[in-house]
């Protein structure tokens, strides 16, 4: 149970939904194709070019798609952030780190630096180490879990 347990905290309903409204866009550039993205193939590919065993190409579009769901619900948060930390951090030392700190917004540079990833790190951190917050799935299971061993009716789940 350990797994769902987090507060009441506003503070982590913010990060998590930040984290998954920013991310999710990413994920669904790598799944469909939406918002200038490449699709499933064309991720694929681009993940096969550099060395990336394909399972772990799967695990990036599951982790900034699905993921990003799950953190926007608060839906097994601690895992859907470990994986978006770990997203960010694998395409930092993959992909970003050359480019430096800074993101590419004059074009000077040869691609984007690893300053949002830190950002979303930065976001993770919290949520795996102390849940989803507040109007959470996860706290919703908690308390139902609680009241049902309590003999309590547990037809509705308390979130907040």
């Not at 984007?112 to 993770?124: D, R």
């Amino acid at each position: 149970m350990r797994f769902f347990t987090t507060d009441s905290s506003k503070t982590l309903l913010w990060l998590r939904v930040v984290l998954g409204a920013v991310m999710l866009p990413h994920g669904l550039q790598k799944a469909f194709g939406w918002f200038g993205g490449y699709g499933f193939d064309g991720t694929m590919g681009f993940f096969g070019s550099l060395g990336m065993p394909a399972i772990l190409g799967l695990l990036v579009i599951a982790a900034e798609s699905l993921g990003a769901v799950a953190l926007i619900t608060g839906t097994a948060t601690r895992l859907a952030a470990f994986g978006m930390a770990a997203t960010m951090l694998g395409a930092m030392l993959l992909v970003h780190l050359p480019n430096g700190f800074f993101m590419n917004w004059g074009g000077a540079q040869p691609g984007e630096g690893v300053e949002l990833h830190l950002l979303a790190i930065g976001l993770a951190i919290p949520l795996i180490a102390r849940g989803g917050g507040a109007y959470s799935v996860d706290r919703g299971i908690v308390g139902w879990i609680a009241r049902r061993k309590q003999g309590i009716d547990v037809t509705r789940p308390v979130l907040a």
